[in-house]
């Protein structure tokens, strides 16, 4: 279905987005109310992803926050959106995911999880093998916006990833995000990296059955240029200290090694990830041993 506004109604939200970022109160106050009826109309929320997704000619913060009070829309009323409401709005959502402004990719993400956490990720099947897809893109703000989206569905929907009732979809989605611990982009090589995070701590059996590949792509990207993905890596490795500290020990000396050269860091935040390490490293009892040698430094 591809529905189109009114041109009339289209004018009215755009004039309560631009209100609504008024400092005014009592103008607030205004813009409160109006929120309030117009949510007695179902089409209003057509509206709002109207002009996220496809009013280009709208500044940023304009359309930005037309997606940011869709969210808390959908957050208090999706499941009585009208279906054909709820269809428009999740195929905007992923149709405009490579928008050109990182800034409305964000708040499509955002939009994308809070509809999947509204128990929805059951309900929109073709969700997660659309993002994995759109990770295969040509285009860069394409392939960037699905890693973002995916990266918040992650965070939020786990232990549901890693569960029968979605079939599984993990033991696709850890090889792919894998793949990209290479890409040419810092912001892609970080993304994946902090998606594959999110699986350590509950030992995802598809991450297990990949744990080699993976400390060996973490190693590889140990010195890399982007503080971000060397704060991401800091990270991996505190939680593999914890749940897989098997899998480390071969290696022990020269990850403490990196760690020492971490603390380090010039980037504050990387350097105080890397500090969680010797907090860890000192509740396990291989500690003294592994260590001892070290101390000096």
């Known amino acids: 279905m591809d529905w189109q506004p009114d041109e009339q109604g ?13 400092p005014n109160t009592a103008t607030q106050r205004v813009v409160q109310d109006k929120l309030k009826q117009l949510n007695q109309f179902p089409d209003f929320n ?21 997606g ?23 195929q905007e959502c992923l149709n ?12 499509i993400g955002i939009l994308i999880t809070t509809i999947a956490s509204k128990g929805e990720l059951q309900m929109w099947p073709e969700l997660l093998p659309q993002l994995c897809n759109l990770l295969n893109s ?12 995916l990266q918040k569905i992650c965070e939020d929907s786990s ?38 995070n999110q699986f350590i701590m509950d030992r995802a059996q598809a991450l297990m059955e990949n744990i080699d590949t ?29 749940v897989r500290i098997d899998r480390l020990l071969p290696h022990m000396y020269s990850i403490i090694q990196y760690m020492l050269q971490r603390t380090q ?7 105080l990830e890397a500090c969680e390490f010797w907090l860890t490293l000192a509740e396990q009892p291989i500690c003294k041993d592994v260590l001892t040698a070290h101390l000096v430094q």
């Open 68 to 90: 940011l009070i869709l969210k808390n829309n959908v957050k208090a009323h999706f499941q009585s959106f009208p279906p054909p409401v709820a269809e428009f709005i999740k």
């Open 138 to 149: 040509e285009d860069y703000n394409t392939c960037e916006g699905a890693f973002g989206a």
């Open 214 to 242: 993976f400390i060996e792509h973490l190693f590889a990207l140990a010195v890399d240029e982007d503080p971000e993905v060397r704060k991401n890596v800091c990270r991996a490795l505190v939680m593999l200290l914890e």
């Open 96 to 107: 405009h995911l490579g928008d050109n402004s990182s800034l409305i990719r964000a708040t």
């Open 10 to 22: 289209l004018q009215q939200v755009l004039q309560l987005l631009k209100d609504s970022q008024s």
């Open 159 to 196: 232990e549901l990833l890693d569960s029968d009732a979605l079939n599984r979809p993990l033991n696709v989605m850890i090889p792919k995000f894998l793949q990209f611990f290479k890409h040419c982009s810092p912001k892609i090589r970080s993304h994946a990296i902090a998606c594959v």
């Open 265 to 271: 860091d010039s980037d504050e935040n990387v350097a």
């Open 46 to 66: 057509n509206y709002l992803i109207f002009v996220l997704t496809r009013l280009k000619s709208e500044d940023e913060p304009t359309r930005s926050l037309s």
